[in-house]
């Protein structure tokens, strides 16, 4: 039997609800909002700062684009931008004393940084109890909100950080924001802000697990009565089990092994249980029902995008785009990088490429993000995955002290599902070998690749210029350095 349900939803109408009249407020500054009592007279007023905050992380500045399918993932070798003229091309070389380069990653830095104080101003209203929110809002809210800040930290230390190692991690890289008001704080070592990370996390943690429906309902991906959504769309919110979740990731990237697999089997044994199944991993009656690109059963928290179809495919991988423009891999698609990639042809990922021929000339390109336009209501159309739980499957393998166990528990189960063969290792080294393939293979367009090769501090990673070449990257490369306006600040 199926253990995974159709996901079908009237999805549009209930979660638009949750994510209306979030701009006005976004357009505050973050010090002028702590006075904002109007808008923190309610609850409904805490929820639209907080759905606000979710907006906004859709700018193609941050995880709309350029964190996710963009340039994260350029840089991390998957596409062929090495093409005179390409949009992408400096990202490929790390150029980062570029113009253009500098001024996305100011963005990021600003863009983060300005949400993080927006989270802020939601946790110093909420304090230690507020009479306007019910219990379970109040826990919530704050929840959410917390957990959101350090998820944003933790994707800052990942690329303005060092690489974790044993001096790595006492270097000064960036300030830990706990504040609303953007005053400059000092820049802290990364094993401070890690610190801090895993203590907000604890605390988001503790917050949501008595009132977070995801615990026992899972994703909840269906509208009710108007107003009445606030505890629903589950996938669409930093919930109790995507929380966890970066505690794995956290972990992982401290180089805390024992941790990051506790907290990965935690999660993968409470969501997966065959009986009552929350975020069980996709299977082939699934794939047979759903043309889901994105295996959304299985994402535990995810932007809700309704510009994916024409800010994200017909942006970057549209076939009729100019070689100028779109991302794909080198070669064609019999022979050319994607073959390369997929030891499996029968692997669902497989199927996220396809080919054509535009102007005397064979494309290959990425369907993940193309537009679901069967019913329209499918909870996956809108959806660019941040958590899944195929990474805590390769977390929890990859800290398995057990080869054996590693690929019979986590590897090959996860890799069942994706309709490939077993693969079998003899020793730990080829393991990390399987898994780092794996990475490859399971985050297009999901932006987590470049910090795989930066967490193991990889000098050789194959070359999205060519189909089977090898780029020599220095370690200093996968280190963004701090945008002008930061260091501008701190030299007056």
Partial sequence: MNAIKKIKSVFATGLVLLLVSCNSWLEVDPE?????????????????????VYSELNKTSLYGRNLTMGMIDVMAQYYNCNIADHAYARYMDYSYEDATYKT???????????????CNAIIEHCGNGNSVLPDE???????????????????????????????GKETVCMPYMTVADRVVQPLLRADSVMSYIIKDL??????????????????????????????NYRQYRLNYFAINALMARAYLWSGNTQKAGEYARTVIEKVSDKNTPLFPLIDADYME????RVFSPEVLFSLYNTSRPDVVYKTLFVPTLATTSILTMAGDLATGRVNETYDDKNDYRYRMWESTVENNREVTYFIKYMDETRTGSEAYRYMIPLIRMSELYLIAAECETNVQTA??????????????????????????????AEY????????????????NALQHIPDGGTVNSIKNISLDSYVFPLPDSETSQRAE
């Fill in 32 to 52: 002028d909002r702590i006075m904002d009592n109007t808008l923190f007279k309610d609850k409904e007023g805490f929820m639209t700062a907080l759905n606000g």
């Fill in 104 to 118: 996305q990653i100011d963005n990021i830095w600003s863009g983060l940084y300005t949400m993080i104080a927006n």
């Fill in 137 to 167: 809002y109040y826990r919530m809210i704050k929840g959410e909100a917390i957990g959101l800040r350090a998820m944003m930290h933790l994707d800052l230390l990942r690329m303005f950080g060092p690489i974790w190692s044993a001096t």
């Fill in 202 to 231: 604890e605390t988001a943690s503790s917050l949501l697990s008595t009132v977070d429906p995801v615990i026992t309902e899972g994703a909840k991906n269906y509208g009710e009565e108007v107003g009445s959504n606030d505890m």
């Fill in 289 to 292: 029902a759903n043309s889901d």
């Fill in 407 to 436: 690929l019979d528990k986590y590897f090959n189960p996860l890799r069942f599902s994706r309709n490939c063969v077993n693969q079998n290792a003899s020793s730990a080294e080829e393991l990390k070998s399987l898994i780092r």
């Fill in 440 to 455: 490859v293979r399971e985050f297009i367009g999901e932006g987590q690749l470049f910090f795989y090769y930066k967490r």
